[in-house]
């Protein structure tokens, strides 16, 4: 993967967060393992995505706030923009933070 602009990762977040806005609602009405599953692999997918900050930021790692379903999208977008603030980003760690944004969107 060539290394994405800024403006590419943020139009992937946006499109993360469009996704989530409309299946974070269905989930959260749907009862059973299969959507529990998904729920948590979508969380596992933030927490990447925290965790990528945090060793940008050189900070501790810390354990997301366990939402409800319809507020992923939110929490997505407040992660996301963490994640690509900044422009001394390198490369590396800008595919790096797609690939996270990309795999959460996969789940979904």
Do not use: W, Y
Not at 23 to 33: F, S
């Amino acid at each position: 993967m060539l290394s994405p602009t800024h403006d590419e990762a943020a139009q992937r977040l946006d499109r993360l967060a469009d996704r989530l806005r409309v299946v974070g609602p269905r989930l959260a009405a749907r009862q059973g393992v299969e959507a529990a599953q998904l729920v948590a692999q979508v969380r596992a997918g933030l927490q990447r995505m925290a965790d990528l900050t945090a060793e940008a930021d050189g900070e501790p790692r810390r354990e997301l706030p366990v939402l409800k379903a319809h507020a992923l999208a939110d929490q997505a977008l407040v992660l996301g923009n963490d994640l690509l603030r900044g422009g001394d980003r390198s490369d590396l760690f800008r595919v790096r933070a797609v690939e996270a944004i990309v795999a959460v969107h996969a789940l979904v």
